[in-house]
């Protein structure tokens, strides 16, 4: 005799928000496979950057502050899903908010924070000057730096990213519970997850863009510069192209505006926040929209930061 799925509540819910979860574990395999997959391949193609990524990855991942982002990171998304937001029935939408900008900005500050003692650290402390004493070029000492930091990034997003679609799912259920409302399908629960699974691409692109211009400010700027000028370069390139864009602005505002929007990433392209404030869904054309933009501000950060590195007096 079968029982049907919704009859054994699970942590004070029916279990039909667990059933999706298979192609949360089948994503994230996957997304583990291609980073595999990418390393391998870079070990091929230019050895001496895969060995300092492969170190830069080690030293990041051994670190006590990526267990403490990342133990930070579980506690707030599990606990995301029971706070009462009072919007109504669009605690959904909060849930999914709060839980990008959170993993978004944990991811930001652990790459701040490993290119300063990756790069600047070691510059200041003359371990780089050791390490290109041997045959290692300074464009090869920055790529593998830059490419051994987007490792614990990406490992970050992967396993809270994880964790984020499956309390956006339980929260579909817990909601439907606490308001009385019969409980959702698998279905309902699964297409509230994949509303949301671009929004964690874009925000991996948005840290990767932010990572960039870490690497090439650390090649030339303590820790507290570093984490001074990334956090204006973020809070600018969310607000200015919207300044700019404002109607009724003087001259001068708008000039700026235009100008700064040039001449730094406009991270607002990784927003989806509107999209999930109207339940619309993200056309993954976008996605790769996104993607290219961010590899030409990731292009242009990393051939500053040659440039900054290549007269750097590391004696």
Not at 28 to 47: F, K, W
Not at 75 to 99: C, H, Q, R
Request: net charge negative.
């Amino acid at each position: 005799m079968d029982f049907p799925i919704t009859s054994v509540p699970l942590f004070g819910v029916p279990t039909t928000w667990i059933t999706p979860l298979w192609m949360v574990g089948t994503g994230a395999a996957v997304t583990v496979a291609i980073l595999i997959a990418l390393y391998l391949l870079l070990v091929q193609a230019a050895p001496k950057i895969g060995a300092i990524a492969r170190t830069t990855a080690k030293e990041a991942l051994s670190q006590p502050l990526f267990y403490v982002v990342l133990a930070l990171g579980v506690f707030a998304l599990v606990l995301f899903p029971f706070i009462p937001y009072n919007t109504f029935g669009e605690d959904i939408k909060m849930v999914k908010d709060t839980g990008l900008t959170l993993i978004m900005v944990l991811s930001i500050f652990l790459a701040l924070w490993t290119a300063s003692v990756s790069i600047a650290d070691e510059i200041e402390g003359r371990t780089a000057l050791t390490l290109l004493s041997k045959p290692i070029n300074r464009r090869s000492f920055i790529l593998g730096k830059f490419l051994g930091i987007a490792v614990p990034v990406a490992i970050l997003f992967i396993v809270l990213g994880s964790l984020f679609l499956a309390s956006v799912s339980y929260k579909v259920a817990y909601d439907a519970r606490e308001t009385g409302q019969p409980a959702p399908t698998r279905e309902q629960c699964a297409a509230e997850m994949e509303q949301i699974v671009p929004g964690l691409v874009l925000a991996f692109l948005e840290a990767i863009v932010l990572t960039s211009v870490s690497v090439a400010i650390s090649t030339r700027l303590p820790m507290m510069a570093n984490l001074v000028i990334c956090v204006s370069v973020y809070v600018l390139g969310h607000l200015v192209p919207m300044l700019a864009d404002m109607p009724g602005q003087l001259e001068i505002v708008t000039f700026i505006g235009g100008f700064l929007a040039t001449i730094l990433p406009v991270l607002d392209h990784f927003n989806i926040y509107n999209a999930i404030s109207s339940g619309q869904e993200v056309p993954w054309s976008y996605v790769g929209w996104a993607g290219v933009y961010a590899l030409l501000c990731c292009t242009a950060a990393i051939l500053l930061s040659l440039l900054l590195f290549e007269d750097r007096d590391l004696a």
